[in-house]
């Protein structure tokens, strides 16, 4: 009990440090927009997810005069991908995944240029480079930070760039849960947890079953209080939960799994599994700094390991940082964004250490239920809420990514 009053305390002082910065930002914005002056000195970013757009926010809303911020992204809205897997079984809600850019930036005219493309090539020069578009056109840069996540199936990610693609990739999987009476979800990660948790307890006659090749639920950064948890709470949906088995998986749209004790069958498969970090066109990066599952090895001010690319810069899900979430992209966006500027201004770079707090999550456990999951490395605290809006808390993160739920046509 003491131990979580201390955690809470901790998580209570977090808090409060975040609100105070907060404060200084605006402080220091409002200074910005009057002193900023635009020019034509690059800071490309690539890819606009929490990583990348907060970056580019707060490099727009510091950095000197003479230097701008371009980013290069190829969806056409900001998609949220925690509400994915319940978007992938409730009908109705598909537009809410998908929130339109610009309006976060919130930066001085000219200090940031949208592209709206896929990076396909990166040329480093002594101490600058450039960065090629699929159109073929060229952009320049003084310092590059690639925020370029993973990809992956829905319902980790969209894998559709339109909004409208997206919709329909949604509508899709509805209908192909709508028709399936024998369901099974491969992987016990958030996402699989997610949709397994969600299909059940919207459609509680079907066959749902999750298999998951570790002994313990959600993977790295979760402990057993959570697993516990999410493990009772299928018992209770009535998922057909199995654990430490790694089957083969067929192409077939429709068939039977083998596994160690019995055989299942299918009619519909879904794959929570197997996220891809996307650094294609990373190749101009020494191979030590690549992990052998593809992600980038950064030092700790987060350039990139290769050393002889002191202004290339990662953050995010396609780094090798063991918390994977929002939270924890955007902290080491700012991150970037600092020292971007310190190294502008000829100071020391500040070094990146996840903190505990960076890997508090929430996991939803079927419509309306969710738990909490905080861990500081000594205590573990997990809390079940209830009560939970179908849509969760797509509102509130259209609002603090400054769009109004869910007006998308105020920004095109
Ligand atoms: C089901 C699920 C639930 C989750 N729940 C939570 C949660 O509750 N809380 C939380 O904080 N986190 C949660 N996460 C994790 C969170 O979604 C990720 O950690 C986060 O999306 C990582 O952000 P990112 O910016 O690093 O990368 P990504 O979100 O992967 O985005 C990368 C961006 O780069 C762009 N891009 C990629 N390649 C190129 C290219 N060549 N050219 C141009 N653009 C490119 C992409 O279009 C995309 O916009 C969840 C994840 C899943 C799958």
Redesign the pocket.
Known sequence: MLAQFILVSKLIGVILRKALFQLRWNLHRIIHKHTYKKGDKNIVV???????YHTARCLANSLPTGYRVVV????SH??L??V??RFSVVAGHENKAFIPYSPYIKAPDGACVWVH???AAIEPQEGTGRVQILSGEWIDYEYLVI????T?EL???VNW?SKEEGMIALQGQQSRFDCANDIVVIGGG??GV?LATDLKSYYPDKNVTLIHSHSMLLGNGFGAKIHDVVQKEMQRLGVDLVLGERPAIPDELTGDLVLKDRTIHYDCLVKCIGQKP?TD?CRFLDSSSFTPSGHLRVQETLQVHDEKHWNVYA????INESI??????MEQGQAVAENILRSLQGRSLMKYRQQWWEGL??VTLGLGKSVVYMNDGQTEMTMTMKGQKTELDSAAVWKHLGASPYRDEMYT
Do not use: M, Y
């Open positions: 690539i890819g606009a997810s929490f990583a990348g290069i992204e190829k969806n900001f998609q991908t925690w994915l897997p493309d896929s990076v925020a370029t996540g993973c992956a319902p980790s990610r760039n958030a996402a997610e996307n066109f953050a995010g899900d396609v994977k979430n929002g939270r924890s992209a999550t929430k």
